[in-house]
């Protein structure tokens, strides 16, 4: 006669074996990923977490952090009066996210960073997107300009307040390097890491596919004008030898997922290439070998083609012009008013004027804004409210 099982647990059922970090990446990842064993720590060092890693913890401090979340409410291109299908800062920033996991699970390599990286990369954009940034930078040009590549650093360094023990977010080593790689961008004399690299792949995928998706939406464009560009045309011939009639919606739809799948396998199949000709063995070799997440030469040429396209026909459209116009006065007007009046600067960045200064305060304040707030502010202090 058999006996019933003690204890309820099923026949055969394995009990729950915990895995360090170390080993989990160890079985997941590739030698030349950037493994959280490898890392070079905090600035304010930290005991680990029982079972979350360091990128892990990074990137749940970032989606806690107050920057973050005004992501939501800051605009990417077109400004929220526009319509409500065009993407803002966050939805971007989540597009890029998934193109990069996408690339960087393919290539197994550290999702937790590459994640990191990904929601951090536009941290400093300040209202109103570019516009904004342009005017700052004037308004700040005697303090050493503005930058929201740079912003993001001083935000997860110094502006956040989270935690009692630092200022900032404490973030790894990892990924402030990597988001100091976009200050300097094309002057790489040691390579980045290749989560570093595979973000600002999936950043241009992302931005140059939904800023034409929505420029299309605004009808700032037409699908024709869009078909006569090579990437486009290519990417639609490729979408009608699967489907034979599809109408204009769906065409346009269909070529937009495409795009993104052809630019993503082109970058996999590229990387996978170099990663085995320069024999690359290590996050170290990363460093000495030229650059691994690239496109080949034809997607890249067609590309390049796309976005001046997309700078003569959507960046500088009439009614992107005329945005830009407003919001800069009216950002240049506040820049003015909080210095005249600092006593209108929130407490905690008056106090900060001691340290950075007036001028550097009063930006970190504005950019820090959220677009429908730096209006709101605007018009309580200059229109009355
Ligand atoms: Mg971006």
């Known amino acids: 006669m058999s006996q019933a099982p003690s204890g309820g647990a099923a026949i055969g059922a ?135 590549n740079a912003q993001a650093l001083r935000i997860v360094e110094l502006i956040e307040q989270r935690y009692p023990e630092f200022p900032g977010l404490n973030l790894s080593q990892e990924v402030l390097a990597g988001q100091a790689e976009r200050i300097r961008h094309d002057t790489h004399a040691v390579r980045p890491l290749l989560e570093v690299q595979v973000v600002e792949a999936a950043d241009s995928i992302a931005y140059d596919t939904h ?61 996978v290439a170099k990663i085995n000709d320069l024999n690359v063995r290590s996050a170290d070799d990363v460093k000495r070998v030229p650059l691994i997440i690239q496109a080949s030469s034809t997607l890249a040429q067609q590309k390049a083609e796309l976005e001046r396209f997309l700078q003569e026909r959507v960046y500088r459209h009439a009614t992107v012009l005329r945005v830009r116009r407003l919001v800069q006065g009216e950002l240049r007007e506040m820049f003015e008013g909080y210095r005249e009046q600092p006593h209108h600067l929130p407490d905690s960045f008056r106090a900060r004027v001691e340290t950075v200064g007036l001028a550097r305060s009063v930006g970190d304040y504005l950019a820090g804004m959220t677009d429908r707030y730096a209006r709101h502010e605007h018009h309580r202090l200059f229109q009355g409210s």
């Open 211 to 271: 800023d034409a998706d929505d420029a299309l939406h605004l009808e700032l464009l037409t699908l024709d004008e869009l078909l006569e560009i090579p990437l486009w045309r290519e990417a639609a011939r490729r979408v009608r030898s699967r489907y034979s009639a599809l109408d204009e919606p769906q065409l346009k739809r269909t070529v937009l997922h495409e795009l993104i799948d052809w630019q993503v396998g082109d970058l996999f199949e590229q990387a």
């Open 14 to 148: 394995t009990p729950f074996v915990p895995l360090t970090i170390a080993e989990r990446e160890a079985a997941l990842l590739a030698p030349y990923a950037m493994h959280s064993f490898d890392s070079a720590g905090r600035k304010h060092a930290e005991p680990a977490h029982p079972y979350r890693g360091p990128f892990q913890r990074d990137r749940d401090r970032l989606v806690h952090s107050a920057a973050y979340r005004r992501l939501s409410a800051k605009m990417q291109v077109f400004t929220g009066e526009l319509g409500d299908y065009h993407r803002t800062r966050l939805t971007h920033t989540l597009e890029v996210s998934s193109i990069a996991r996408t690339l960087g699970r393919a290539l197994r390599l550290n999702e937790d960073l590459v994640e990191s990286l990904a929601l951090a990369h536009d941290l400093g954009h300040p209202p109103f997107g570019h516009a904004g940034e342009d005017v700052l930078h004037a308004c700040l040009a005697e303090v050493g300009g503005f930058s929201h």
